[in-house]
């Protein structure tokens, strides 16, 4: 079983930076992609940026060039650097772990979220 355990959400002004930690229990955290996702009150939840075991990483087009996904498989952690907050990018902050399973499909699991507000 993993359990994933997000910090560092809170209330920032516009224009400002926050970095979010998720840290992961068990042992499948370097051979899984992670992820990073939001939801706003009233909106989908949406993907703001994965990265690959490998290390390769996508972003929602909303936050290229601001935010930055990196990980840690030392420390079973995966980050959220986001500068140049924005109001827009107020939300709760989930953290995801997706474990393929090859032909068979794959294992998701998630955080409990965080939330970020960002003040105009």
């Known amino acids: 079983q993993v359990q994933l355990v997000e910090s560092g959400g809170g209330l920032v002004q516009a224009g400002g930076s926050l970095r979010l930690s998720c840290a992961a229990s068990?042992?499948?955290?370097?051979?899984?992609?992670m992820g990073w996702y939001r939801q706003a009150p009233g909106k989908k939840r949406e993907l703001v940026a994965a990265?690959?075991?490998?290390?390769?990483?996508n972003y929602a087009e909303s936050v290229k060039g601001r935010f930055t996904i990196s990980r840690d498989n030392a420390k079973n952690t995966v980050y959220l650097q986001m500068n140049s907050l924005k109001p827009e990018d107020t939300a709760v902050y989930y953290c995801?772990?997706?474990?393929?399973?090859?032909?068979?499909?794959?294992?998701?699991?998630w955080g409990q979220g965080t939330q970020v507000t960002v003040s105009s």
């Open positions: 990265m690959t075991s490998g290390g390769s990483a």
């Open positions: 995801n772990l997706n474990y393929a399973l090859g032909y068979t499909g794959s294992l998701n699991y």
């Open positions: 068990g042992s499948i955290f370097s051979i899984s992609a």
